[in-house]
């Protein structure tokens, strides 16, 4: 099992930055693909970011392109989630996921996910 802890949520102006971060249980985690998804109010769950095992390759939504970075510590066992820009449309509950087997923009390929951390955008 893979416990995820995200935190650093929380209220911030339109144009101004937050980073995420989702720590990690178990000795596996740096063979794990991990992703960043939100859901909006009324909304349902929606890709945001993954970065494959190595860090090595990286993939984004459309929608936070050029405005977010996802990066990772495998000696920290933790991912990070750099928001910059930040629109409030961007306002929604952020998880960390684990992807076991691959790689994928699938909410339904992760395995373990954390329990969410509230970041609100005020315009």
């Known amino acids: 099992q893979v416990q995820l802890v995200e935190s650093g949520g929380g209220l911030v102006q339109a144009g101004g930055s937050l980073t995420l971060s989702c720590a990690a249980s178990?000795?596996?985690?740096?063979?794990?693909?991990m992703g960043w998804f939100r859901q909006a109010p009324g909304k349902e769950r929606e890709f945001v970011a993954l970065?494959?095992?190595?860090?090595?390759?990286?993939y984004y939504a459309d929608s936070v392109k050029g405005r977010f970075t996802i990066s990772r510590d495998n000696a920290k066992n933790t991912v990070y989630l750099q928001m910059n820009s930040l629109k409030p449309e961007d306002t929604a509950v952020y998880y960390c996921?684990?992807?076991?087997?691959?790689?994928?923009?699938?909410?339904?390929?992760?395995?373990?996910w954390g329990q969410g951390t509230q970041v609100t955008v005020s315009s």
């Open positions: 970065i494959t095992w190595s860090g090595h390759s990286t």
């Open positions: 178990g000795r596996t985690f740096s063979t794990y693909t």
């Open positions: 996921a684990a992807d076991v087997m691959g790689w994928s923009t699938g909410e339904t390929q992760y395995d373990f």
